[in-house]
């Protein structure tokens, strides 16, 4: 913990930003460094940076995406200070509440967010980054070819992927492909927030709900709604799932998809990290049904 605070003490010195006089290391993210920034006269600030940064431009289209949340979705989003190729600065959310109402705001805004944003492609105008690795935003006008091609079956061939999913894997993760069509819904495309746990839900100083860490684009917002239902959210957010589902009229069988929607982020994690928190375990329980059977 000293020497993540010394390195981004540092990053911050380097970018020119000499009023700071410590940073407190922070736990939470699973990708990159964080602490909270003391300056002197003036508020504190978040800080985060990589060990050893994915890319010149991971910080710069994070920045992009919490800009285009909050102009083009209405979502609440902390301030950019700074963001550079080492570094990013942003104003100090606060924890969420765990309160009911917290979350049924948070369908609210999730749900404008998606209903108030879609768009006749699937895409983004640049590539951006989910955690360590490129996130390929190619536009497409089908987006079960964009979801197979550019979230699913990009994963193959990563080295931990390959080592975690044997050949009846990966074969079956693209006849599962092949049957997008059959298996989810033909919905168009929206703005999505694209690494929606529950970490990055926050919440502004007055409380209501804020988000950090996008890999935005425009695709199926069911990419959003997998993502918060599949990685154990409190008890507290039942309400959102039924706010959500009213106000975007869900049909009754949006929970069965959920597995398959959330395919892309768990081979995103098996793709980055040693400990793979399960995912290798849900990704082959997904892909069980599309295993050939001799």
């Known amino acids: 913990m000293l020497r993540s ?34 300056r002197r006269d003036a508020p504190s600030v978040f800080v985060k940076a990589f060990a050893e940064a994915p890319a010149d431009d991971v910080f710069v289209t994070e920045a992009e995406g919490l800009a285009a949340l909050r102009e083009l979705g209405g979502v609440a989003t902390p301030e950019v200070i700074l963001a550079d190729r080492e570094l990013l600065v942003l104003s100090v959310l606060r924890p969420r509440p765990r309160s009911e109402s917290f979350w049924e705001q948070f369908a609210h805004m999730l749900a404008r967010l998606h209903m108030g944003t879609t ?6 105008h640049r590539d951006n980054w989910l955690g360590r690795r490129r996130q390929t935003n190619t536009w497409d006008d089908d987006g079960f070819a964009f979801f197979a091609q550019h ?64 890999a935005v684009s425009y695709t199926w917002a069911e990419v959003d709604l997998a993502h918060v239902w599949s990685t154990s959210p409190p008890p507290e957010a039942q309400r959102f799932f039924e706010v959500y589902a009213e106000l975007t009229c869900l049909d009754s069988d949006w929970r069965t998809r959920m597995p398959i929607v959330q395919l892309r982020q768990h081979l995103a994690v098996l793709a980055q990290f040693d400990d793979d928190w399960g995912a290798g375990e849900q990704v082959r329980a997904t892909l069980a049904p599309f295993r050939t059977r001799t």
């Open 119 to 124: 768009h006749p492609r699937f895409g983004w």
């Open 151 to 214: 979230r699913l079956l990009r994963w193959l061939g990563q080295p931990r992927v390959e080592a975690v999913l044997d050949r009846g894997d990966r074969a079956a993760l693209e006849r599962l492909c092949h049957r997008l069509p059959d298996l989810l819904p033909d919905r168009p495309a929206c703005l999505t927030h694209g690494d929606l746990w529950a970490q990055n839900i926050l919440a502004t100083p007055d409380g209501q709900p804020a988000l950090i860490d996008p």
């Open 5 to 38: 605070a010394t390195f981004l003490l540092e990053c911050m010195l380097r970018a020119g930003m000499r009023e700071v006089v410590t940073v407190e290391p922070v736990t939470g993210g699973i990708a990159a460094l964080a602490g909270i920034a003391t």
